[in-house]
């Protein structure tokens, strides 16, 4: 694979690290109860033209009922059966506060076609299907698309008029630990921080994925820290410097799937084990320098290709 290959990242992939479920799912679901019968269930798929149905309690979801459970009542003529005795207790769901990255890796684990959404407290408050990313992905597709053509010039054009041996810009946020409601939000800023700096648009794709690691990083495992972002001429370097229990073994870390993530956290859709693997594949160079007990200093820097200088 050649270099430019390796770091070239998609605007969809980079939506899928900016998007949340809520903002693609389904709203208004089609549900029934337990009670409901496998005959009345096989005119709602087909009236619909849906392939599953939640089966919902007291606007709790305690099931899932499919095409296949249809035909397995068919095939034992349960036909009459309740969907409590047919369908799958306990399904695979998504939280709505999940952003869409988490969403397309459980459809890829799993091969579902489509999901429930649940808030924190378990109500069924959504549907997401891949029709659902895609949609959602081309809307905010086409917006993006017009706010770039407004401010489209190169960041390069900043540092012309300055005189210096050394110059760049210096941004710096907090991330707070364990604070999953305001996960995401500091490669968020950054990223509308590098667009209105007219930086090209596959740097900030970069930057922004493996910025957005490094915060999960801090958010689940450290006591929080900060993120520092330099922006030079010729490339961009982050800095993510934490407090907390270090990494032990660095090399184990960086394999793909490696997590010690505590199972609460991987119900909440985090701690998939990819964030230092992402960030390395984003970025030129990272380097960790990590302490037991004292905390750890990522640094990652992208580059800008030759050609976006010019």
């Known amino acids: 694979m ?3 290959e390796k770091h070239e990242i998609t605007k969809l992939q980079e939506l899928a690290y900016e998007l949340r479920v809520e903002q693609a799912m389904t709203k208004e679901v089609i549900s029934v109860t337990p009670e409901t019968t496998m005959t009345q269930i096989r005119e709602i798929l087909r009236d619909n033209r849906i392939s599953g149905l939640p089966v919902v309690k007291d606007g709790q979801m305690i099931g899932l009922v499919t095409v296949e459970d249809l035909i397995k009542a068919l095939s034992s003529g349960q036909m009459g059966c309740p969907a409590s005795d047919m369908m799958t207790p306990n399904p695979v769901t998504i939280y709505a506060d999940e952003l869409l990255v988490s969403a397309v890796e459980k459809f890829t684990k799993h091969g579902y076609g489509r999901f429930p959404v649940i808030n924190r407290q378990g109500e069924l408050v959504g549907i997401l299907t891949h029709g659902d990313i895609v949609r959602a992905t081309l809307k905010r597709l ?3 698309y017009h706010k770039e053509e407004i401010h489209r010039y190169r960041a390069s054009h900043i540092f012309q008029d300055i005189v210096a041996d050394r110059v760049g810009l210096v941004f710096g946020y907090q991330v707070v630990a364990r604070d999953f409601n305001r996960a995401g939000e ?3 800023k950054l990223k509308k921080t590098l667009g209105r700096l007219g930086i090209h648009p596959q740097i900030i794709r ?3 994925i493996a910025t957005y690691e490094a915060e999960m990083n801090m958010v689940i495992y450290t006591e929080g820290g900060e993120i ?3 922006v030079r001429p010729d490339r961009i370097r982050v800095d993510a410097l934490d407090k907390g229990p270090g990494i032990a073994n660095i090399e184990e870390a ?4 490696f997590s010690t993530a505590p199972d609460w956290v991987r119900e909440m859709g985090f701690g998939a084990g990819m964030g230092l693997p992402n960030i390395k594949a984003s970025s030129d160079k990272l380097t960790i320098d990590s302490t037991l007990g004292v905390g750890t200093h990522l640094t990652f820097i992208v580059e800008f290709p030759k ?4």
């Open 228 to 230: 520092v972002a330099e």
């Open 307 to 310: 050609d976006l200088l010019k």
């Open 2 to 4: 050649e270099q430019n």
């Open 206 to 208: 970069r930057v922004s």
């Open 186 to 188: 500091v490669s968020s």
């Open 254 to 257: 960086m394999k793909p799937g």
């Open 142 to 144: 086409e917006t993006d």
